[in-house]
């Protein structure tokens, strides 16, 4: 059983580019959520979606997109990176219902040059 | 606004010692709670969780952790730390749906350890 599966693992990007971060569950999870964690501040929320085709901010959504065109995927894009975006990206998925943690992927570390 | 606050952003212990890693949420209802460590260089490991009951909690690791509603907390306890428990660790809190939904995280206490 895979999880939750990101990819890639390691990323450098020029300022102005743009790329996605892709996310795939195998676990049939509604809810899927994108997180950034930044030196001293912890995880913070990007986008998050209860389902296909609903799609939600959280609470750093600038400079970032998401849409969830199936169970299993949400992608995060950045369209014109920004060196403020260097970060370390995490996806997570969960049932919406139901007493249960979090199950996060391994994470991508992005660098914006 | 909901809001995780993780008082000591480093603690130094020597092995053997007891461990005690603060947390304090702000959350109106009854909050879903988690603990996470992260190696360096990795991901995020669940140790333990409330969702209710017990205000107990028993994880992973030898970890415990203890939901007090009248101080808002949620701290994390070792009786005896071992080398290889050096990390960051994370307190969170579940917003929406079942449990482990939209998450408000602190922002980590590096713990480490002196042999």
């Known amino acids: 059983n895979a999880g939750v599966t990101q990819t890639p693992k390691f990323q450098v990007l020029k300022t102005g580019q743009s790329m996605t971060l892709q996310c795939a569950q195998d676990?049939?999870?509604?809810?899927m959520s994108w997180y950034r964690q930044d030196p001293g501040m912890g995880l913070r929320l990007i986008h998050y979606s209860v389902g296909a085709g609903i799609t939600d901010q959280g609470e750093v959504p600038n400079g970032y997109n998401v849409s969830r065109s199936t169970t299993e995927d949400f992608p995060l894009r950045l369209l014109s990176a920004a060196p403020s975006q260097t970060s370390v990206y995490f996806c997570?998925?969960?049932?919406?219902?139901?007493?249960?943690?979090?199950?996060f992927g391994q994470g991508t570390r992005l660098t914006v040059v | 606004a909901q809001s995780v606050t993780q008082p000591d952003i480093h603690i130094t212990v020597s092995e053997g010692a007891s461990l005690e890693l603060r947390c304090n949420y702000s959350y109106g209802a009854t909050p879903y709670l988690f603990w996470y460590v992260q190696s360096p260089g990795q991901g995020l490991q669940l140790l333990l969780k409330y969702f209710s009951g017990d205000t107990l909690v028993q994880g992973i690791k030898g970890f415990e952790a203890e939901f007090k509603r009248s101080q808002s907390s949620f701290n994390l306890r070792k009786p005896s730390v071992h080398w290889s428990d050096a990390a960051e660790y994370f307190c969170?809190?579940?917003?929406?749906?079942?449990?482990?939904?939209?998450?408000?995280f602190g922002t980590g206490t590096q713990l480490k350890v002196e042999l």
């Open positions: 997570a998925s969960t049932p919406l219902t139901g007493r249960t943690e979090a199950f």
């Open positions: 969170a809190v579940g917003l929406l749906g079942g449990g482990g939904n939209k998450l408000t």
């Open positions: 676990m049939n999870h509604e809810y």
